[in-house]
T-cell receptor, first 113, second 109 residues
Framework: SQTIHQWPATLVQPVGSPLSLECTVEGTSNPNLYWYRQAAGRGLQLLFYSVGIGQISSEVPQNLSASRPQDRQFILSSKKLLLSDSGFYLC????????????FGPGTRLLVL | SQQGEEDPQALSIQEGENATMNCSYKTSINNLQWYRQNSGRGLVHLILIRSNEREKHSGRLRVTLDTSKKSSSLLITASRAADTASYFCATSGTYKYIFGTGTRLKVLA
């Protein structure tokens, strides 16, 4: 069966510090991968998606970047965090092709102080 | 901007009552999905309905889809306190999903 891992679960970082959030998927190959951000009590904002190794599509110009160094690894990064980067970050995957069910990781709560 | 808009934004009901949530979308779709999110957790897929389907059931869940009105509804029957969560609809394009704004459901014991 497929599983998705995301870490860390919680992170408190000072403004201006770097960020690296990691997401890995097991039990499937060539998945579509996604990073979302969710503000408290709000919907999901798609940040990045990837349909293959090294292929990253950015949805929102911002202080963040994403990379996919391996088929089932998706990394969200920032060189210098802003206060506005605080939020709940969710990684997800889906089978490539016609998009149907999307599977989410447990999320990372990021607080930038 | 979010394609899906859900209403109500929040819903509070007594245990045992039915809960209905609605979702509207703007473009043509292949399918529409409903997800549940418990506080502080990731989303969990509940049910998917394809564009050629009008109604689908899964346990206490009933989903309807009206492509002419570009809308869907999720009905949870005989609600339980454990159903307290946020519920999101989502539609999918070629590579990405578009989520609605969500309905926060609170079921009172």
């Amino acid at each position: 069966s497929q599983t998705i891992h995301q870490w860390p679960a919680t992170l408190v970082q000072p403004v201006g510090s770097p960020l690296s959030l990691e997401c890995t998927v097991e039990g499937t190959s060539n998945p579509n991968l996604y990073w979302y951000r969710q503000a408290a009590g709000r919907g999901l904002q798609l940040l990045f998606y990837s349909v293959g190794i090294g292929q990253i599509s950015s949805e929102v110009p911002q202080n963040l970047s994403a990379s996919r160094p391996q088929d089932r690894q998706f990394i969200l990064s920032s060189k210098k965090l802003l206060l506005s980067d605080s939020g709940f970050y969710l990684c997800a995957w889906s089978v490539s092709g016609v998009l149907e069910t999307q599977y989410f990781g447990p999320g990372t709560r990021l607080l930038v102080l | 901007s979010q394609q899906g808009e859900e209403d109500p934004q929040a819903l509070s009901i007594q245990e045992g009552e039915n809960a209905t949530m609605n979702c509207s979308y703007k473009t043509s779709i292949n399918n529409l999905q409903w997800y549940r999110q418990n506080s502080g957790r990731g989303l969990v897929h509940l049910i998917l309905i394809r564009s050629n389907e009008r109604e689908k059931h899964s346990g206490r869940l009933r989903v309807t889809l009206d492509t002419s009105k570009k809308s869907s509804s999720l009905l949870i029957t005989a609600s339980r306190a454990a159903d307290t969560a946020s519920y999101f609809c989502a539609t999918s394009g070629t590579y990405k999903y578009i989520f609605g704004t969500g309905t926060r459901l609170k079921v009172l014991a």
